[in-house]
């Protein structure tokens, strides 16, 4: 768990210790002193350090071009145009909830004769779990990250002077609200009880820290349009990007969704004389894969990668969406 | 950032220790502190170890909370055996108990069971001054977490009860609360009371 560490020197005998984020005490290796640490207003910071270099960030970035539905001749015309890196500072919090949620669930079973039998179980779930949370501390404007995903590596503030820093604009108890509030809301998904009659959940924040982490800042562009990836600065990997789509994908998809959606419609109509519920079935499935194909269509002229505040709706995430119309649906039929 | 030299409250010594513990003990002057939002001078109690076991002494921390609760109505599925009867002084619902919150680093399942046990059963010890050279385990845990979990540990001993509890309408008020270590003996299968 305790993942990074940070070197500092022991007040007693100078000799050189180790903190490991997130700790208030440890012990001086030279002389057994009993050592304290004293955050910024209680919240310790640390840096994670830069292990990518400008053309480390920029090989991710183009084999990131190479993939998925973007423009194939991405990786051609594409032009950089400048690569940078930055630190964004993000707060990061563990907490631990610890409750009770109590309620049941309504089982519905139907018998022989078809008639319709509710069942209400009766649950009590203990919380007892450990939850981590981080979000950016400022504006992250068009860079597409809102929170951390990697936790590891060595930390060190030697870069500060060299690379540009971003400074933390949101405050440490909006942070700390957040992520009790996230806690909170993950233990309650975690229970799973539908029809909740008590709920009583406690949570401690264990830690809470300002992470300033290296982020290489990719921008490119294509056909006379400006686009952009984020590279991290530790791991290597592509946090969040933006990139033309293609229009040949764009094309075949329209036309292979059009025809597969009144396919589906016109095969249900036909069949509407062995069963008229056949009829509904096709419509519906035809009407879904249209709109899918509306969808991919709408947006796929760009493709998002990243945690953007205004994204286009990706193929799964419009899944989802129908998804929960049909919950919503079925939830209204009974 | 920074960093100082953690010294007792009392007498200005240095703490020395093996390990990193949220409660610091001064040896000299018999002192125990905490630095959890400012320094604090902690009422603690030692608790004597049965000398009839053998074994690696070991001294775990506890939070003892006097509580005072309120139960103004509760409903269980299938069950009707209410814990907290046991400490009701009044027909009103209202009663006193000793909530014993484990401070140092426990799996969910052992923390569980250390508090329920503790609580509903509380121990009787002879206290001691310190503690006879035997190790401490280190406490992780703040007073403030301690009485957040007291919740926690009056709704786990009426959940664990036969039945499905469903509601449980009451309010607990932690009046004081005491630094308690009690004596363990470490064993092959783990911790075992040395009371």
């Known amino acids: ?334 | 950032m920074r960093i100082v030299q953690v010294k007792c409250p009392s007498c200005s010594s240095p703490i020395y220790s093996k390990q990193r513990d949220q409660l610091f003990y001064c040896e000299k002057c018999n002192v125990l502190h905490t630095r959890n939002g400012g320094v604090e001078k902690l009422d603690f109690e030692i608790a004597e170890f049965n000398r009839s076991l053998s074994g690696e002494k070991v001294y775990v921390p506890f939070w003892r909370l006097y509580c005072s609760f309120i139960i103004r109505s509760k409903s269980v599925e299938g069950g009707h055996v209410f814990r907290l009867m046991s400490w009701m002084k009044d027909e009103d619902g209202s009663g006193t108990l000793f909530i014993y919150i484990p401070a140092a680093d426990f799996d969910p399942s052992a923390f569980k069971n250390l508090a329920i046990g503790y609580t509903v059963s509380s121990p009787k010890y002879g206290s001691r001054l310190d503690f006879g050279g035997a190790r401490r385990m280190p406490a992780v845990m703040s007073r403030e977490e301690a009485v957040e979990l007291a919740d926690f540990v009056v709704v786990t001993m009426e959940a664990e009860k036969p039945g499905v509890l469903q509601r449980l309408d009451y309010s607990l008020t932690v009046n004081s609360s005491k630094v308690v270590y009690l004596p363990f003996i470490m064993g092959q299968s783990g911790l075992k009371s040395a009371l």
């Open chain 1, 1 to 334: 768990m305790a993942d990074i560490s940070v070197g500092l020197n022991c007040p007693a005998c100078g000799g050189a210790v180790s903190v490991v984020e997130g700790e208030s005490t440890l012990l001086c290796p030279y002389c057994s002193s009993t050592l304290f640490i004293e955050g910024d207003q209680g919240v310790t910071t640390m840096a994670f350090k830069n292990r990518v270099n400008r053309e480390s960030a920029l090989k991710a970035s183009r084999l990131w071009w190479s993939r998925g539905w973007k423009a194939r001749d991405l990786k051609r015309v594409g032009r950089t145009t400048e690569v940078y890196p930055i630190y964004l500072p993000f707060w990061r919090a563990m907490t631990r909830v610890a409750g009770w949620i109590c309620g049941y669930e309504i089982r519905r079973h139907t018998d022989s004769k078809g008639r319709v039998h509710e069942q209400k179980v009766p649950k009590e779930v203990m919380i007892l779990n450990d939850y981590r949370f981080s979000e950016i501390a400022t504006d992250p404007g068009d860079l597409g990250i809102r929170s951390l995903r990697n936790f590891a590596g060595e930390t060190s503030f030697a870069d500060f002077d060299m690379i540009p820093t971003f400074e933390a604009t949101t405050s440490k108890d909006d942070a700390l609200a957040r992520a009790r509030s996230d806690a909170q809301s993950r233990a309650r998904s975690s229970a799973k009880v539908s029809r909740v009659t008590m709920e009583r959940l406690h949570v401690l924040t264990r830690r809470l820290s300002m992470v300033y982490y290296p982020i290489w800042v990719v921008r490119y562009t294509y056909r006379d349009r400006m686009y952009m990836t984020t590279v991290d600065g530790v791991t290597g990997q592509v946090l969040s990007g933006r990139a033309p789509g293609d229009p040949l994908f764009q094309s075949l998809a329209i036309t292979a969704g059009t025809s597969v959606g009144g396919l589906a419609a016109a095969l249900g109509i036909i069949m509407s004389g062995i069963a008229a519920e056949l009829m509904i079935v096709g419509l519906l499935a035809g009407g879904v894969i249209l709109y899918i194909t509306y969808r991919f269509f709408r947006h796929g002229s760009e493709i998002v990668e990243g945690e953007f505040k205004h994204k286009p709706a990706s193929v799964s995430q419009t899944i989802k969406e129908l998804q929960s119309a049909a919950r919503t649906l079925q939830e209204a039929y009974r």
